[in-house]
C-alpha cells in the first residue's frame, strides 16, 4: 500500500506565484487533514475534510484554498505565495479520525522567495 | 494561545535507561491523547494513545500515564534505544471536534549509546 502519497516533496516558488500541493490515500480513509510545520513549532492545522465534498478551516487557512471531490485526493491550492508560507506541509488521512491515529505523508518542504 | 504545551525542547537518555516525555494541556474539553514520533524528513508516525477514561495505556516499551486533575500526560520509554532518537510530538482532540488534533511544539529525544 501507498498510505500517504505527497507532491512534491520540494518545491521553491517566488512571492505572488501559485502552486498546488497534490495529497491523494489508498486507505478508503474519509479524514483527511492539512498540517503545516514551522521550525520548532508544532503542526498547525490549515484545512480538513470529513468526506467527498466537505471541507472545512483549521487554525491557519489564510491564504490556502482546498478541493475534495475524491475520497482519494485532497489537493491544497497556495494563491499568491508569500515567504510566511515558508513552512513543511503534511497531508494527513484516518478512517476513525483521532481514533485510530492519523496517517501523515512524507510532506512538502516549500520555500517562498 | 499554546492549548498542548512541551515545554522541554530536548532530553537526552542513556541507552537502557527510561526516557521521560511531559506534556501538559490547557483546555478541559480535550479527551483524547496521542503521541507521534518523528524522524527526519519523514511524516509523524502514530505512536500510543489514551482516553480521558483511563490513567494508564501501555504498548511495549511505551506506556502513556494521563494525570486528569493536573492537566498532564506523559510518556515513558523503557529501555530507551539509540532507534528511540526522533522528535516526539503530544497531540489532543476533543469529542466532536471532526476528529481535529492539537500538537504541542514536539521534544527531540536523544538516546546516546
Known amino acids: 500500500n501507498a498510505g500517504v502519497t505527497q507532491t512534491p516533496k520540494f518545491r521553491i516558488l517566488k512571492i505572488g506565484q501559485s502552486m498546488t500541493l497534490q495529497c491523494a490515500q489508498d486507505?478508503?480513509?474519509?479524514?483527511m487533514y492539512w498540517y503545516r510545520q514551522d521550525p520548532g513549532m508544532g503542526l498547525k492545522l490549515i484545512y480538513y475534510s470529513v468526506g467527498a465534498g466537505i471541507t472545512d478551516k483549521g487554525e491557519v487557512p489564510n491564504g490556502y484554498n482546498v478541493s475534495r471531490s475524491t475520497t482519494e485526493d485532497f489537493p491544497l491550492r497556495l494563491e499568491l505565495a508569500a515567504p510566511s508560507q515558508t513552512s513543511v506541509y503534511f497531508c494527513?488521512?484516518?478512517?476513525?479520525?483521532?481514533?485510530?491515529?492519523?496517517?501523515f505523508g512524507s510532506g512538502t518542504r516549500l520555500t517562498v522567495v | 494561545d499554546q492549548q498542548v504545551k512541551q515545554n522541554s525542547p530536548s532530553l537526552s537518555v542513556q541507552e537502557g535507561r527510561i526516557s521521560i516525555l511531559n506534556c501538559d494541556y490547557t483546555?478541559?474539553?480535550?479527551?483524547?491523547f496521542l503521541w507521534y514520533k518523528k524522524y527526519p524528513a519523514e511524516g509523524p508516525t502514530f505512536l500510543i494513545s489514551?482516553?480521558?477514561?483511563?490513567d494508564k495505556n501501555e504498548d511495549g516499551r511505551f506506556t502513556v500515564f494521563l494525570n486528569k486533575s493536573a492537566k498532564h500526560l506523559s510518556l515513558h520509554i523503557v529501555p530507551s534505544q539509540p532507534g528511540d532518537s526522533a522528535v516526539y510530538f503530544c497531540a489532543a482532540s476533543a469529542t466532536g471536534a471532526n476528529s481535529k488534533l492539537t500538537f504541542g511544539k514536539g521534544i527531540t529525544l536523544s538516546v546516546r549509546p
Open positions: 486507505m478508503n480513509h474519509n479524514y
Open positions: 494527513a488521512s484516518s478512517y476513525l479520525g483521532y481514533l485510530d491515529g492519523y496517517t
Open positions: 489514551i482516553s480521558s477514561i483511563k
Open positions: 483546555n478541559s474539553m480535550f479527551d483524547y
